[in-house]
């Protein structure tokens, strides 16, 4: 079901889709996409599309980071006002449109429409036992967590949430 559902949206919103990629190009240099590996069903990783919504150059900074009680400097949240956003890449956050090209991996099988979101490798490295539960079922494009506050709540509540879905989840 999702497969049919994702090819036929890919059809529908291809216009759409086209109008975004001709932006990101006009505006900024650099792929129209964005790569990232994440953490899917059964632990697997895949690559996961995004139309890039920043700069392509990494030099800008941009991102507020920590030193936890290790001594390890880790990303504690996305800056708000980022350097490296673009004004069609702050159009396409706001809307959740960078998140189209998902559906490709929705057709290739990566993931589902719904599920909870894949998470990049180090964070999973970094998980509770209890948290690799999520990765019983194919991960989506969007979740539970998203609908409820997006990523305004902790790693650790999203990945509540996320189980209490898989626990609740009907076919």
Request: no cysteine; hydrophobic share 35%; charged share 25%.
């Amino acid at each position: 079901m999702d497969m049919a559902v994702a090819g036929l949206a890919l059809l529908v919103l291809a216009p759409v889709m086209l109008l975004i990629a001709i932006a990101i190009r006009l505006e900024s240099e650099g792929p129209v996409l964005f790569r990232q590996e994440r953490i899917g069903l059964g632990g697997k990783s895949f690559t996961m599309y995004k139309f890039r919504s920043m700069r392509a150059d990494r030099r800008s900074g941009g991102e507020r980071r920590t030193k936890n009680r290790s001594g390890d400097r880790r990303r504690t949240h996305k800056s708000v006002h980022d350097p490296r956003v673009t004004v069609t890449g702050k159009f396409i956050r706001r809307t959740s449109l960078d998140e189209l090209p998902q559906l490709w991996n929705v057709l290739r099988g990566d993931m589902s429409l719904i599920g909870p979101r894949p998470e990049l490798p180090k964070i999973v490295a970094r998980y509770a036992p209890w948290q690799h539960y999520r990765h019983v079922v194919r991960p989506g494009i969007t979740g539970w967590w998203q609908v409820n506050g997006r990523s305004d709540r902790p790693l650790h509540e999203n990945t509540e949430i996320d189980l209490y879905y898989i626990e609740h989840l009907s076919l």
